[in-house]
């Protein structure tokens, strides 16, 4: 198995995302695009990797056109890594984008895939691997450079050999039945993935590791017959973050309570969204459009006087949600 593996003062992130949709063939669109962002200025990148993971039911497929912020990676279908699966083959894409990174300051950066050709293609997945030079963080990485395909009954392990504390887990997951169940165990960590049929974005906090075993159970009565993880990242970062907490304020009038929160992190909080939600539906919603490190926020939230109402506060940070909630029950 290929694998990429770093360690050092710099902070990782990996932004992933499973379209699943035909390209190509007859009735099926033949574009497709995604927007990636940059948690770091362009200046800080060390390097930038995009990959792509597609199905396909020969490998005669011959052009199509992938650009990233308007500069074109290839005209042409040449994957570094296909496997054979019972119907077809999946195959990888892996593009070092660091100088286009570098070169391109912008916001947002813009994936573009075209594809005329006849020969109908599945893309599975699309992720942007950024690796950023910080003095304040602390990371290791290891990266899956090609698709990894498990057939039923059979396991697959990846062994750590620079053993993680808190490792997490950043995957895309091709289920080929709802039946077909994939395992994920490590040292004290156990995740079940299955009643899915499809291409699936997975995050994990898998803790301390050693060993990483990927398992698939199941009959195999399905085609694929294999469960596909086209992409996967284990890492581990004591990068600067926000750590937000939420509590309530004392002020409490009717239908409206006063609430707290605050940025005990290092980062700052950009766009936070505080949603009160009662009986299954939404009171009030607002948006803190940032939250600095050390700042504290009271906003006062519109609640269901008369039954259980919950206040969420969501952010992002590396592409990730996180939530933190707190009940208010009836007066």
Not at 40 to 69: G, N, Q, T, Y
Request: hydrophobic share 40%.
């Amino acid at each position: 198995m290929q694998l990429l593996k770093n360690q050092g003062k710099f902070d990782v992130a990996y932004d992933i995302v499973a379209p699943d949709i035909s390209l190509g063939g007859t009735g099926n669109q033949t574009k497709y695009s995604m927007n990636f962002n940059l948690y770091h200025e362009p200046s800080s990148v060390k390097s930038a990797f995009l990959d792509l993971a597609v199905l396909v039911k020969d490998l005669s497929v011959r052009r199509w056109k992938i650009s990233i912020a308007d500069v074109v990676l290839t005209r042409e279908f040449k994957p570094q890594n296909c496997r054979k699966i019972s119907n077809g083959y999946v195959c990888k894409l892996v593009f070092d984008v660091t100088p286009i990174i570098k070169s391109k300051m912008t916001d947002e950066y813009n994936v573009e895939i075209n594809y005329l050709e006849l020969k109908e293609l599945t893309l599975l997945h699309i992720g942007l691997l950024t690796v950023y030079n910080d003095e304040n963080a602390s990371s290791k990485y290891i990266y899956v450079v090609e698709p990894i395909v498990i057939e039923a009954n059979r396991s697959i392990s990846i062994d750590i050999d620079q053993p993680m504390s808190e490792a997490n887990i950043k995957m895309s997951i091709y289920l080929p039945h709802a039946s077909a169940k994939l395992l994920i165990k490590g040292d004290g960590y156990e995740k079940a993935l299955t009643e899915y049929r499809g291409t699936i974005e997975y995050t994990g906090q898998v803790g301390s590791i050693k060993t990483l075993m990927l398992s698939h159970i199941g009959n195999a009565t399905y085609l694929p017959r294999e469960i596909i993880i086209p992409a996967m990242l284990i890492y581990e970062t004591t990068a600067p973050k926000p750590v937000i907490d939420v509590r309530m304020a004392t002020r409490r009038e009717y239908d409206t309570v006063s609430i707290e929160i605050r940025n005990s992190g290092e980062k700052k909080v950009t766009n936070m969204i505080v949603v009160s939600i009662s009986l299954g539906n939404i009171i009030e919603r607002k948006i803190i459009d940032e939250l600095n490190p050390g700042e504290t926020k009271v906003i006062n939230v519109k609640i269901n006087p008369e039954a259980l109402t919950t206040i969420r506060v969501i952010w992002k940070h590396k592409g990730e949600n996180f939530i933190r909630e707190i009940k208010v029950r009836s007066s």
